[in-house]
């Protein structure tokens, strides 16, 4: 790979990492869900996951998958599979419960 090609792979990678999508609103819910420091778990993790991909595409993971086959369907089905694992996951969860309610919630009577 050219150093011209290195530096065009990286800033696509850059832009599409900063754009908002899918990492920005796991990173949003998990910050107002959980506070400021448990989200930046969230967020060393999706930047870990970005990390990868750009480690791996860029060591030639296309190459390899197009030399085998099988192998880009065999991720394809562990990606899916996981997602749907997830999905039941999140869907038979219970929502946490407040114990006490909030008093600025409740309507005030005017006097």
Do not use: Q
């Not at 819910?29 to 970005?50: D, H, I, K, Q």
């Not at 993971?61 to 996981?82: S, W």
Request: hydrophobic share 55%.
């Amino acid at each position: 790979m050219t150093l011209h090609t290195w530096w065009l792979f990286t800033a696509a990678v850059f832009l599409l990492s900063g754009t908002p999508g899918p990492n920005m609103l796991h990173i949003l819910s998990r910050s107002v869900e959980l506070g400021l420091r448990r989200s930046v778990a969230a967020m060393a993790g999706c930047l870990l996951a970005l990390i990868l991909i750009l480690a791996a595409s860029a060591a030639g993971l296309t190459t390899l998958l197009l030399a085998l086959p099988g192998a880009f369907e065999v991720l394809r089905y562990a990606g899916v599979a996981y997602l749907v694992y997830l999905g039941i996951k999140a869907w038979r969860s219970k929502p946490p419960v407040d114990e006490e309610p909030d008093a600025s919630l409740s309507p005030r009577l005017p006097t």
